[in-house]
């Protein structure tokens, strides 16, 4: 079976960016945090729950991806997904941090304010 990575969260987006390959090429793709409200109603997920989240439900999100690359709307919910269309993975930034940690890259909205003020 093919690889989810997660990369990730987008705050500016309130979602996790995903990386999956689909007929040999990488695709990224934005999982918005509201198709795991069930793990906290009302609140976001921990990051933690997040990347548990994802992994376990890593199956319907390759097809959501592979759905979405070929143009069309994938079944609900997974229909909120969003393909990212930017660098090619060769730039995508690494990380080498601990386990579980995926590749992170900067928000481009560096100079929004804060969700805590």
Known sequence: MTRVE?????????AYRIATTVAGSPV????????????RP???PSHREAYEWIAAHKASLIRA?????????????????TL???????S????????????????PSSGAPSKRT
Not at 28 to 39: D, F, S, Y
Not at 67 to 76: F, Q, V
Not at 84 to 90: T, V
Request: with cysteine; net charge neutral.
């Open 65 to 81: 991806v592979e759905t979405l690359s070929r143009g069309k709307l994938p079944r609900r919910p997974y229909d909120i997904l």
């Open 42 to 44: 009302g609140d976001r």
């Open 6 to 14: 997660v990369q990730g969260r987008d705050v500016a987006n309130e």
């Open 84 to 90: 990212i269309e930017d660098a090619p993975a060769s």
């Open 28 to 39: 990224r793709a934005l999982v918005p945090e509201c198709l795991m409200q069930g793990l």
């Open 92 to 107: 995508w930034p690494k990380y080498s941090g601990g386990v579980g940690a995926g590749p992170h890259a900067p928000t």
